[in-house]
Nanobody, 126 residues
């Protein structure tokens, strides 16, 4: 049974930083591309960042590029999202997701991902 468990969310002020973690189990983590998505209240889920299995490729949505960094530790089956210079518009539930097991490239569409976590809430006050 595949499980993705996110942690690290919270309530912060604009300009602060947070690091989200996603611990994976039940899959060969090192084979999968991983991604982060977010869903704000009343909005559709949107892509945030992705990383391939070898950590050689990363990809970000324009609104977070330069502020967020995705990384992974294949030995610990964990993917991270370092979020700096947070803005109120970053407020959302953040989900991690595992892509296909042949994770050579990155993926940005939600229907390309196979497994999803339940999410962790990030609230940024102005």
């Amino acid at each position: 049974q595949v499980q993705l468990v996110e942690s690290g969310g919270g309530l912060v002020q604009a300009g602060d930083s947070l690091r989200l973690s996603c611990a994976a189990s039940g899959l060969t983590f090192s084979r999968h591309a991983m991604g982060w998505f977010r869903q704000a209240p009343g909005k559709e889920r949107e892509f945030v960042a992705a990383i391939n299995r070898e950590k050689s490729l990363t990809y970000y949505t324009n609104s977070v590029r330069g502020r967020f960094t995705i990384s992974r530790n294949n030995a610990q089956n964990t993917v991270y999202l370092q979020m700096n210079s947070l803005k109120p518009e970053d407020t959302a539930v953040y989900h991690c997701a595992a892509g296909p097991s042949d994770g050579i490239i990155t993926y940005s569409r939600h229907n390309e991902y196979v497994y999803w976590g339940q999410g962790t809430t990030v609230t940024v006050s102005s």
